[in-house]
């Protein structure tokens, strides 16, 4: 029992020493270091350049040997050995296989930074959520103890009879449900912490606590500098102009496959000598060279050029939605970011300062006995309401912030 005790004291001891604050620097770089999602999606590289490799390859030349006995032990007509080396020359296909494996390879490499640009933002998301439960729990927290010394100072009061017991006792009742939205509200908070250290690759972190603050981004955007920035560098744009790459070097690929591939052979064959009477021959060494060319009907079918010209077609007209997706994204984010500063600028701090002035007005004058309990009770929720209110209108704000960056391509967030 003993040796139980002491294993649960080192396991928590362990598990305390191992809490840390966690900020949204180590955080992202933790994503990009220990996504596993991520760390699946990078081994598409070497997959590409694999096949780069293997599309180097040569055809390998083909030797062969052959005996010949023409039944020399029942009439001697003479034995031969003949040794033959022959090799398949394609013209210009493994060219354009290396060609189509580069291009792959680089549309892989694009589509492996897009991919990155989307885990970036997405994971920052998550960061601006733990922020707000974080900032919900902390008005949650104070509401509670606002409550709580309330209900306690009411229980005094009742004893004294400067109150009645229905006003002790919903005081009481007001402070029960504070507490449990406010145990709610921690686990939803402990549960995104949680979660941040899973997508970043360490699930036994523990991390008890999230540094940095919500907040107005202060940024301003010039949207025909955003959809020109990202119309050229954004990542999947990027993708899918190389995937129409691809689909043109496929498409040579297909062309230049249907060439004959031409065969070679050099050989020479040694005879024995003939000793049958009728048609007798001395024994020589004979040589020969071979040259064999394929008669190639089967192009007469256009069946793979025809798909593949289908291809290439389909790809640039992806590559141009994408395009025009990029646009749209980029202005319905800049709407939105625009919507959201103006949202904060209506919701500052002031608003939140008079919230507070007037509940700490509102209970100091009930325990002088000059309002009752339900004046109390309104401004204590107005207070909360605001502090949500603006805490949600700033996450949304940061948020907006992200997914405009996300859509144009770029990306300079600090938390």
């Keep these: 029992m003993k040796r139980i005790i002491t294993a649960l004291y080192i396991c928590l001891a362990v598990t305390a020493a191992n809490a840390q604050s966690l900020s949204y620097s180590r955080f992202i770089n933790d994503v990009y270091e220990g996504n596993l999602d991520y760390a699946a999606e990078k081994l598409s590289i070497p997959l590409a350049e694999a096949e780069l490799l293997a599309s180097r390859m040569f055809l390998d ?68 959520d733990a922020l707000l439960a974080r900032d919900l729990l902390q008005i949650e927290e104070q509401s509670y103890e606002n409550l709580s010394k309330l209900s306690s100072t009411d229980s005094v009061r009742f004893l004294k009879g400067e109150i009645s017991q229905l006003d002790a006792i919903q005081t009481k009742l007001e402070a029960n449900i504070a507490k449990q939205e406010y145990y709610s509200k921690k686990a939803e908070y402990n549960n995104m912490l949680v979660y941040l250290d899973q997508i970043s ?3 036994l972190r ?20 955003l959809i020109a920035e990202a119309v050229e560098n954004r990542e999947d744009v990027i993708a899918a102009l190389k995937n129409a790459g691809v689909a043109e070097s496929e498409l040579r690929m297909i062309r230049l496959e249907r060439n004959p591939d031409i065969d070679i052979s050099l050989g020479a064959n040694y005879n024995t000598r003939v000793r049958n009477e009728e048609a007798p021959a001395p024994e020589f060494i004979g040589y020969s060279v071979g040259l064999s060319i394929p008669l190639p009907f089967s192009n007469l079918n256009k069946g793979q050029i025809k798909s593949g010209q289908v291809r290439v077609q389909q790809a640039k007209i992806q590559a141009d939605n994408v395009k025009n997706m990029v646009i749209s994204e980029i202005v319905q984010a800049y709407n939105n970011y625009e919507s959201a500063r103006i949202k904060v600028a209506d919701y500052d701090s002031l608003l939140m300062e008079s919230a507070k002035r007037v509940l700490d007005g509102r209970m100091y004058a009930y325990t002088r006995g000059e309002i009752s309990l339900l004046e109390v009770l309104n401004a204590q929720s107005t207070y909360s309401d605001v502090a949500r209110a603006y805490a949600e209108i700033l996450h949304d704000c940061m948020s907006a912030w992200v997914e405009l960056e996300r859509s144009a391509g770029i990306w300079d967030i600090e938390l």
């Design 61 to 128: 030349p083909v030797i062969g040997v052959s005996y010949g006995n023409n039944s020399d032990w029942e009439i001697q007509m003479g034995q031969g050995v003949e040794l033959e080396l022959s090799k398949t020359i394609s013209l210009g296909k493994r060219t354009a296989r290396i060609d189509y494996a580069k291009q792959s390879l680089s549309a892989t490499e694009a589509a492996l930074n897009d991919y990155l640009r989307n885990l970036r933002a997405d994971a920052t998301l998550c960061y601006l």
């Design 201 to 203: 690759g360490n699930p």
């Design 206 to 225: 523990g991390s008890e606590e999230i540094l940095g603050r919500l907040r107005d981004p202060e940024r301003l955007f010039i949207l025909q500098d």
